[in-house]
């Protein structure tokens, strides 16, 4: 539609039918034609509301979308189509790896093309809008939601979120592209104590600094809507913010897309203490600019007296409203409701060849060799394999926001190593449940295949693993947490694998026989006194769809493990937060020159993590040398190349991540020991070797000042290369 014949479609409306634009309800209202007063009542709406809402969550699927849209039409006025939106984070019929999997292929490009087969499965099935990406930067592994993210490191999340967001809106052609929403803004991921929903409270120098960049990246690259988070940011819910929402997402960025609450989150400022109720609640959001009310009925119960009373001014509304309409002519539905929704190319799309095979070899890359004591890769012949593990033969691993996936779909391991070698040389036996116990689950025990069965007989079951192993001559363990211990409202404050699994392990170890251990997890792990107990330790997160063939793959060396962490492994959850790039302290370990005890470390722990950011093993090594870089002093205006050889010595291809991080020894306020600047993915044939430049300018060494302004200054630095931000070569330089 012509921007004339929208505003004159915009004029037309009421100021109601403005207002309900701005609602959004979730499908369970449009389900039947004869909606059960049930959600209705309980939302306190009236049936006008969801007669004209302007938007639904989490419904999708062709023929649904077309029958509700169809529906819902032939009852409007105005026809102004109904907006799908969808959780659609890692897939929506083929699940790729989870985010934080996703981040170790350090491969943007990869992960662009990913976003470009979600965003066609889902576009064929209806959706318009995906919640993704969430750029929330993450350092806590106790939170569930780290899954979700693509790690610790600011600028690499930069990368990932602005790939995603371009690979899920393309060209915005109706049967290949839908919007993007990025989410949470902001610094959702800073929850304290990981505790889910807590409160994040942080300098607006760490928040602009390590938080905003990922979120403007998004919107710098075109993503159309953002979603607030629950948190609060200096005191007040982001959902109410207008700081953060006006100031600096619309006025700094000039951001001009649509707002939308998180789930309820209006509503929420009552709880946190910034409202007394719905009517205050809805004056917050509106005035901070929040477009779309999900899922209360704050916006739609409140909006009008509120203007007849002279509280808010009616122009708020309009430029929301406004704000909906733009975006719905942008997907183009007025011309075609039903847009890209076809049941006949679902048929052709969802989980098609092609998108399989990608699934294959990102979760593949995705993968982290984290210990190797000569046991990996095993070979496919003359060896009797033991596969022993709740998670052997598991559909689960496509993890908790993989909610319009079917397990149905997923390749277990099991049957991936089976398709590998021979049947004689190959045994299964599960060995012991995922959990003791399942009550955590609650009502979400019976939705989610979580891999629990209701006749366990653990006796049993250890008996048939432990003749299982004895037969073999190598085992695989493949353990980890419950898919419903991660993801949302999934925090822990225990991050190791569960007990029971770590009963298993330890009668297995008893036979003597080689062990690889096979992690699946949404987070971080503790592993600190699993090590010394396997020869090897693959890092599997949940790995979608086709996790088990790339699993199949990795273990007999079809494919050589490239993956490299973007989340730090804490030696213990008590030493949580802990990442890379951490500030030197008054009182460093490695050169304070206080006595031993008055440094700044723990009594009972190191403070280095067990695996460091960029951290990941390979089936060949490398060797780093000849770190160079073209200038002691490099001036403003000019650029630095920084070169490193690298060698693969080993017999085996590889692909090695080579890694740039800078230091800046002093400045206006403290810099971090080392910031990622840079990284570069070379594969080397056995025994080649192939030089590396990366180039430094002004722009790496900027940060906001003791004055928050985004500059850089003058001062000595350090180059550091090389395969993990704990392993590099390193050489000085001066900026002037
Ligand atoms: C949830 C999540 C958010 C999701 C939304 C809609 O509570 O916080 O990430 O997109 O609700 O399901």
New binding site residues.
Partial sequence: MKEEQLNELFYSLTLEEKIYQLVQLSGDFYKTAAVAVGPKGKLGISQEVVDNAGSI??IIGAEQIIKIQKNYLENSRHKIPLLFMA?IIYGYKTIFPIPLALGCTWNPDLIRECCIKIAEESAVSGAHVT?AP?ADLVRDPRWGRVMESTGEDTYLNTLFTSAMVKGFQGDFTADKSIASCV??FAAYGASEAGREYNTVDMSERRLRQDYLPSYKTAVDSGCEMV?TS?NIVDGIPATGNKWLMKDVLRDEWGFEGVIIT??AAIQELIAHGVASNDREATKLSIEAGVDID?KTSCYSNNLRQLIDDGEIKKELIDESCLRVLKLKNKLGLFENPYRGASIEKEKEVLCCAENIKLARKVSAESLVLLQNNNVLPISKKNKKIALIGPYGDNTSIIGLWAIHGDQSDVTTLKDAIAEKIDANNFCYAKGCELLEDYTFLGDFGKMVNGGETSDTNPEQDLEEAISVAMESDVVILALGEHMMQSG?AGSRTNITIPKIQLDLLDKIRELGKKIVLVIFSGRPLVLTNVLDKVDGIIQAWFPGTEGGHALADVLFGDVNPSGRLTMSFPYSVGQVPVYYNEFNTGRPVKTSTHSERFMSKFLDCPNDPLFSFGYGLSYTTYEYSDLVVSKDILKVGEIMEAKVSITNKGKIKGTETVQLYIRDFVGSVVRPVKELKGFKKVTLAPGQSKQVVFYIGEEQLMFFTKNLEYKSEKGEFMVFIGGNSNNTLEMKFTFI
Avoid: P, R, V
Wanted: hydrophobic content about 45%; glycine content about 0%; charged content about 30%.
């Fill in positions: 969550l989490n959780d919640f969430m989410k949470h979603m629950f998180d789930y999900m949302e």
